[in-house]
């Protein structure tokens, strides 16, 4: 069955450091993979998308990378900052067109 | 630009009842998406519609359906509620074959 696995501890850094968040999936073969971020009570926001022949995606602090042999994409978040503090999500669309997310990757950033 | 509105923002209900949930799309959006997520748990896909017409559904019993309508807004209905389908209810919108979904805040239902 298709799966999408997130690291399934949540990430608490420093101010300044840079975080690291890991998505890895079985059974999809994607033309592109998304990530958003979800605070508390509200609705994902969509942050980024990547496609299967891009290996590098960067928007301001944001930074991700896509290796479709490794089946795994990271998403770093570099000179993090208290108000980066939310879960991560990645989402992939399967065969039949429905977009799936992950179970989310929740950073705290310490001031 | 309006963003994607949900109503109610809260809605309590009794186990057995039904629940009707409401969605308005971004202007020009025509595709319409349904997720579920219960507390502490990641979005499950419920429902896609598209141009008027249920294009997908998640694993999801029949009593949860829904709708859209001719301006795109769309109506998710939950039959015969039980205390599992207590969460938080997210609608989505795109343009057809647009990527990035625009989520709305989504609908708390509890079933007591």
């Known amino acids: 069955s298709q799966k999408i696995e997130q690291n399934s501890e949540a990430l608490n850094i420093q101010e300044g450091k840079t975080a690291t968040l890991t998505c890895n999936y079985t059974n999809y073969s994607p033309a592109y993979l998304q990530w958003y971020r979800q605070d508390p009570g509200r609705g994902p926001v969509f942050l980024l998308l990547?496609?299967?022949?891009?290996k590098e995606k960067r928007k301001e602090r944001l930074k991700v990378t896509f290796d479709t042999t490794l089946k795994q994409s990271l998403f770093h978040i570099t000179a993090s900052q208290p108000a980066d503090s939310a879960t991560y999500l990645c989402a992939l669309r399967s065969n039949d067109y429905k977009l799936s997310f992950g179970a989310g990757t929740t950073v705290t950033v310490r001031a | 630009e309006a963003g994607v509105t949900q109503s109610p923002t809260h809605l309590i209900k009794t186990r057995g009842q039904q629940a009707t949930l409401r969605c308005s799309p971004i202007s020009g959006h025509t595709s319409v998406y349904w997720y579920q997520q219960a507390l502490g748990l990641g979005l499950q896909f419920l429902l896609w519609y598209d141009e008027g017409e249920e294009r997908n559904r998640g694993n999801f019993p029949p009593r949860f359906s829904g709708r859209q309508f001719p301006n795109y807004s769309s109506e998710l209905n939950v039959n015969a509620l039980e205390l599992e389908d207590s969460a938080l209810y997210l609608c989505?919108?795109?343009?057809?074959?647009?990527?990035?979904?625009?989520f709305g805040s989504g609908t708390r239902l509890t079933v007591v």
């Open positions: 990547i496609r299967e022949n891009e």
């Open positions: 989505a919108s795109s343009l057809r074959g647009h990527y990035g979904y625009t």
